[in-house]
Structure formats: structure tokens, C-alpha cells
């Protein structure tokens, strides 16, 4: 009993940070308002905050996680969360746009090292029919800034300044910074000493490149659509703008019961797991295109879509780390790492895919490039699944 509640104190705070790194990630969506203002720029430029953010997390992950894929990893979680805080507040501080710029990059390559780290610790502090669970516990923190983090970083911008937001998350940081210290163990098992042949290790191996590619396709599939999930609310499903808040919250609610559900069912036999969540995923998305015009049912729909939109997380990243500890045993930290980036490739992927299809036909056209993403993830972790039963 003792040892479940050090454990779980342990991916606590491990969230806490994760609550304050992913509210730093969308917060400039909400804030671009008053940055366009102060430094009198336009809609894209402004953009940067969020695209440089991401690609900084893309590229800057696996590279980092080659760097100090041997260093102790209470040192290295400490180490993140000093230049993350660093980051948020150099963007506080800053004089100019390029400065903020340049602080954003800050910050995105402490997310980015931060969360392949963080599910490689909150997988070791547990037992191993708790690994699934404990890295939801974990991405419950990115999920609870979605729902309060990011609105409230926006609301304390709005009653004041924007700096004042990234105060605000810097301070979180800290909380999360003095956490870590006090919960996490120095024992932690090492990594070995690598090189950037980590990521070509990891690469080369089949089931690796398959896992990350499902990964960015089927957590990917759900951007298609919530990219734009303001504009169907209000124009094809008639909810109006207050209406339209209230219900995001509550989209960040279901969000947050799926991770929970997804780590439960991913504990064991994460591969069948996972295709039942595609497959419902994939049901939600095409009912979706008959309900886009229904006011209620739509609405249902997109709650639905909530529901399934972190619940492959824990999975596809403990299937990653389990399959690294296989296959590319000196290089688990470096999978790890390159499964973040998948995430973020399926972000850009899903957003983009969209869009176009917006820019082409509109609104209606957005579930369909999910539908193709999903699909192709169903394919490629059923292949894999029927390669597992083979082997065994």
C-alpha cells in the first residue's frame, strides 16, 4: 500500500509538469490577440507561436533524447524543467516578437524531451500491469490544460497582459520543478550512451517504423476535425459563441475520461486494445458526416469524438517503449522520444489535411481525410497484432 501511494505521488508530479507544459503549448492560440497588438503583426506571423512550438518539438525531441539518453533521469527531469521555465520566462520578459519567438523555441525543446522522459519514468515507477495506466496518469496533465490551463492562461492575459500568462505558467513550472525533486527517485535504472545511430536503429526496425506511423495516423485522424471544431459548431450545428465554450470544456472532459479509459484497457494485450479504439474512432467519425447538420446529434458526435481522442495515447506510447525495450534496447529513450514527434507529425498531418479540404469543398469534407487516417491505422495495428500471434 505504501508503495502504491510513493507511486503514485511520483506520477503526480509528473503531471503537474505536464499540466504546465501543455498549457504553454496552445496558449498563444488565445493569446494572439494581444501579441498582434503589442508588436503590431499580423495573423501569420503571430502563428509562429504555435508552428515553431511544434516543429521545435518534432525535431528537437529525438535529438535532445540522443544527447542525454545516459544522463540520470531525475537529473535530466530537473534539468527540463529549469529550461522549460526558462523558456516561458524569457517570453514574459520580452522586448520584441523575435525574442518571444525565440523563447517559444525554449520551452518546445524541454516539451518535447520532457514527455518522451516522463512516460519512460512514470512506465519504471510502477509494476508492469500498472505501465499503460501510469503513463495516462501522465498525459492526464496535458489533457486537464486543454480543459482549464489554456482558458485560464487566456483569461488572466485578457484581465491583465499576456505577460502575465506565462508568468502564470512559469510558476506552475516551479511547482512542478520543486515535485519532481521531492517525489522522484535517484535510483531510476540508466540509460546506456548513445549516438544520433539511435534513431536510425530505431528506424530500421520494422515494427518500430510501423508503430510510429500508426501513431501519427491514428491520434492524428481526430485533427481533422477539431482544428475546425469552432467553425462547426457555430456554422453548421448552430450552437451559438457562449454555447460554443461551454461546450469545449466539456469536450475536454470526455478527453480526459478516454485517457483514463484508454490506460486501463492498454494495461494488457495493447495491440487488440488499440484496434477497438480505431474502430470506434473510426464509427464516430463517419457518423459525423451524416450529423454534421444535426444540432443535437452532432453535438453528440463530437463528444464522442472527445471520448476517443486520447484514448490511444498511453497505448501507443507504452507499445513504443515496450517494443524499444525489444528490439533497440540502448535506444528506449530515443523510441520514446521519436513516438512524441509522430504525435506532433500527426497534429500538423491531421490540421493540414483538413484545411485544404476546408480551403477546397468546406466545412463537411473534414471527417473523410480522418476516416482514411484511421483506417490505414486499423490496418497497420491489425498487421501487427496478426505478426504477434504468428510469432507466438
Do not use: T
Given at each position: 500500500m505504501e508503495d502504491h501511494k510513493k507511486q503514485n505521488m511520483i506520477l503526480f508530479a509528473l503531471a503537474i509538469s505536464a499540466f504546465a507544459i501543455g498549457s504553454t503549448e496552445f496558449i498563444s492560440v488565445g493569446l494572439m490577440p494581444l501579441l498582434m497588438k503589442d508588436f503590431n503583426i499580423s495573423v501569420e506571423l503571430a502563428g509562429l507561436t504555435v508552428s515553431l512550438y511544434a516543429l521545435g518539438i518534432t525535431i528537437g525531441a529525438p535529438i535532445l533524447a540522443v544527447l542525454t539518453n545516459h544522463w540520470p533521469k531525475k537529473r535530466l527531469l530537473i534539468l527540463i524543467m529549469i529550461v522549460f521555465i526558462i523558456g516561458n520566462i524569457t517570453v514574459a520578459t520580452a522586448?520584441?516578437?523575435?525574442?518571444?519567438?525565440?523563447?517559444?523555441?525554449?520551452?518546445?525543446?524541454?516539451?518535447?524531451?520532457?514527455?518522451?522522459?516522463?512516460?519512460?519514468?512514470?512506465?519504471?515507477?510502477?509494476?508492469?500491469?500498472?505501465?499503460?495506466?501510469?503513463?495516462a496518469v501522465m498525459f492526464t496533465g496535458l489533457t486537464v490544460a486543454t480543459v482549464t490551463g489554456v482558458p485560464l492562461g487566456t483569461f488572466i492575459g485578457q484581465i491583465s497582459t499576456w505577460h502575465m500568462s506565462f508568468y502564470f505558467i512559469s510558476l506552475i513550472g516551479i511547482i512542478g520543478l520543486i515535485v519532481n525533486w521531492v517525489t522522484v527517485p535517484n535510483d531510476l535504472p540508466l540509460g546506456s550512451k548513445t549516438s544520433f545511430m539511435g534513431v536510425i536503429n530505431v528506424l530500421k526496425s520494422k515494427t518500430l517504423r510501423v508503430a510510429l506511423i500508426i501513431t501519427a495516423l491514428g491520434y492524428g485522424a481526430t485533427f481533422t476535425v477539431y482544428t475546425f471544431i469552432t467553425p462547426?459548431?457555430?456554422?453548421?450545428?448552430?450552437?451559438?459563441?457562449?454555447?460554443?465554450?461551454?461546450?469545449?470544456?466539456?469536450?475536454?472532459?470526455?478527453?480526459a475520461v478516454g485517457n483514463t479509459i484508454g490506460g486501463r484497457l492498454t494495461n494488457q494485450n495493447i495491440l487488440p486494445a488499440l484496434i477497438k479504439m480505431f474502430i470506434g474512432l473510426l464509427i464516430t467519425l463517419i457518423l459525423l458526416l451524416l450529423f454534421m447538420n444535426n444540432h443535437w446529434l452532432g453535438l453528440l458526435n463530437i463528444m464522442l469524438l472527445g471520448l476517443f481522442a486520447f484514448m490511444n495515447v498511453p497505448g501507443l506510447q507504452l507499445y513504443i517503449v515496450q517494443m524499444a525495450e525489444k528490439y533497440t534496447p540502448n535506444d528506449i529513450s530515443i523510441a520514446s522520444a521519436l513516438n512524441i514527434s509522430a504525435f506532433n507529425i500527426g497534429i500538423t498531418l491531421g490540421s493540414l489535411l483538413g484545411g485544404q479540404g476546408v480551403a477546397a469543398v468546406g466545412l463537411r469534407v473534414t471527417p473523410y481525410f480522418g476516416i482514411i487516417m484511421v483506417l490505414i491505422s486499423i490496418l497497420l495495428t491489425w498487421m501487427l497484432n496478426d505478426k504477434n500471434k504468428i510469432k507466438k
Open positions: 522586448p520584441n516578437f523575435n525574442v518571444v519567438l525565440i523563447g517559444r523555441v525554449i520551452s518546445s525543446l524541454a516539451h518535447g524531451l520532457f514527455m518522451s522522459i516522463a512516460s519512460i519514468i512514470a512506465a519504471d515507477v510502477v509494476e508492469p500491469s500498472r505501465r499503460s495506466s501510469a503513463i462547426i459548431l457555430q456554422s453548421m450545428m448552430h450552437w451559438s459563441a457562449n454555447s460554443v465554450v461551454i461546450i469545449l470544456v466539456i469536450y475536454g472532459v470526455m478527453v
